[in-house]
């Protein structure tokens, strides 16, 4: 027995002696090979008593088991050494391309708009898009704005000539988004619907004629006016400071009855319009599928660039499109 652990100790000595993977994979023939000394010493068994068999038999497998042990192990480390020796070699010091001074961040606008998305997200709303290009049923009829509708005009609609048989159009807001996702979605729904919009505006101090626009819709049992209001007071402290004020003034759209207009209050004591909202329409409801009867909602909306405006006091809305980095520096 003894003799089947030396030849296991003299296996392993030659294992660990190996330098390299060639060199350790060199020596596995002999020491594992079917001409090995372990491997030649299973000839010998049948010349034994059964008794001596077994016990040979079983030192035999130990012994072998050992150096293959060993093998593993040092073709382990051999392997890890050599990866460490070709990552090395091949290491590229890039210091001379970075350009820390000329690094960029985020646009003004895409900033807003995230911290809003965060101001919501965590009041428990989901955010939802859709697509920029709309048809006259999802930009206008569904939401109760008829083709005949006055009100219909002031939207100033940038048209897309796609032909028949539909009217195609740039939304001009983004509560298309809510129409579809009514007509997708069992409520109860509570999301917030970011994006770009378009209209006919010429760009001035306050306008631009492609405009950010963040508008809400929570559809759900038992909601109310008390609703809409404390969800527009908890946003408006959440984003503008806990110092800022809101009312809530009657005024009319098409796709919400009643509807109001909401304003925050400003440090010199004056009130500044904010945006548009109140009570989802029954015929909005309906036009998605979804039963006046048992479901109330409310909705809401504001520019998003408007805001950024507001929270950061620019003079010129058109700073947000200009791309002059001396001014984009400053956020």
């Not at 090395?88 to 210091?95: G, H, I, S, V």
């Not at 900033?111 to 709303?125: H, P, T």
């Not at 409801?285 to 006091?313: K, T």
């Not at 980095?325 to 956020?331: A, D, I, S």
């Amino acid at each position: 027995m003894s003799s089947y652990e030396q030849l296991a100790a003299d296996a392993v000595a030659k294992i660990d002696g190996a330098g390299d993977l060639d060199s350790l994979e060199a020596l596995r023939p002999t020491l594992l090979g079917k001409k090995a000394p372990i491997s030649a010493a299973k000839k010998d068994l049948g010349s034994l008593e059964p008794d001596q068999r077994k016990e040979a038999g079983q030192a035999i497998n130990a012994a072998r088991q050992a150096v293959e042990a060993a093998f593993a192990a040092r073709h382990a480390d051999l392997a890890s050494t050599a990866r460490a020796v070709a990552l090395e070699a091949e290491r590229l010091d890039l210091t001379e391309f970075q350009k820390p001074s000329d690094a960029g961040h985020l646009h003004l606008i895409t900033q807003a708009r995230d911290r809003l998305e965060d101001v919501f997200v965590g009041m428990g709303y989901t955010v939802a898009e859709g697509p920029e290009v709309e048809t006259a049923w999802y930009n206008f009829e569904a939401l109760n704005i008829p083709e005949w509708h006055p009100a219909r005009g002031s939207f100033d609609t940038i048209f897309v000539n796609l032909g028949e048989p539909e009217e195609v159009m740039l939304r001009s807001h983004t509560s298309p988004v809510q129409i579809r996702t009514m007509e997708n979605q069992e409520p109860p729904i509570y999301i917030i619907a970011p994006g770009r919009t378009f209209r006919t505006d010429t760009a001035d101090a306050t306008h631009l004629p492609a405009f950010n626009q963040l508008e809400g819709l929570v559809i759900d049992k038992g909601i109310t006016m008390g609703d809409l209001a404390g969800t527009i007071d908890e946003f408006v402290h959440t984003f503008f400071g806990a110092e800022v004020n809101t009312r809530l003034r009657p005024s009319y759209f098409p796709f919400t009855e009643p509807s109001a207009e909401f304003d925050i209050s400003l440090p010199d004591g004056s009130w500044l319009e904010l945006g548009g909202c109140g009570m989802v329409h029954p015929n909005v409801l309906r036009n998605c599928g979804i039963d006046p009867e048992i479901w109330q909602g409310f909705a809401f909306g504001f520019g998003i660039d408007r805001l950024a405006v507001m929270r950061y006091q620019l003079d010129d809305i058109r700073e947000l499109v200009n791309n002059d980095v001396r001014f984009l520096r400053q956020f």
